[in-house]
């Protein structure tokens, strides 16, 4: 029971309707980029966006009412992907309409937000980690690069390439 009640507690409070109307803000943008810089159709580009959409927002649905606890990105993704798996009903329409959205459009609010997202609890974390928080750094982007590296020689030996 205490440990219910614990995990309630660390449990971040999603509020839905503000983060439908920051991604509506969001589809937006990403819509008015994905016509003018990546030149791709207007339509197309808003079913591809609003499709993106409905992931998200089902995934943050999730994250906030199943009755354990992931967070709302492994949500978003675990909906993605199976509404992209073969077999699922409707997933290459899914595949066919988020293929019209150009990827760099995504990720440029993303980003954005990350560097604006750096708080003064996170600036003063790295300052009293001093210089372990850089070897740690430096070890997690190598293992990630070096993992990257086994795994895609390995993908490229095995399709013949």
Known sequence: MSTAVAETSRRPHIDLGQHAVVLVVVSI?????????????????????VVLYAIVMV?????????????????????GIVATLNGVPGSQWVV???SN???????????A?????????????????GWRIFIVALFVLLGTYLGSVVIADLMLQWQGI
Request: charged share 10%; hydrophobic share 60%; net charge negative.
């Open 101 to 111: 959205v150009n990827f760099l459009v995504l990720a440029t609010p993303c980003l």
């Open 113 to 129: 937000y990350a560097g604006l997202a750096i708080a003064r609890e996170e600036i003063d974390i790295a300052k009293t980690s």
């Open 29 to 49: 943008l990403c819509l008015v980029a994905n016509t003018v810089g990546a030149g791709l159709p207007v339509g197309a580009g808003l079913v591809g966006i």
């Open 59 to 79: 995934g943050l649905m999730l994250a906030k009412w199943m009755p354990f606890y992931l967070p709302s990105v492994a949500w978003i993704s675990l909906v």
């Open 96 to 98: 066919d309409q988020v």
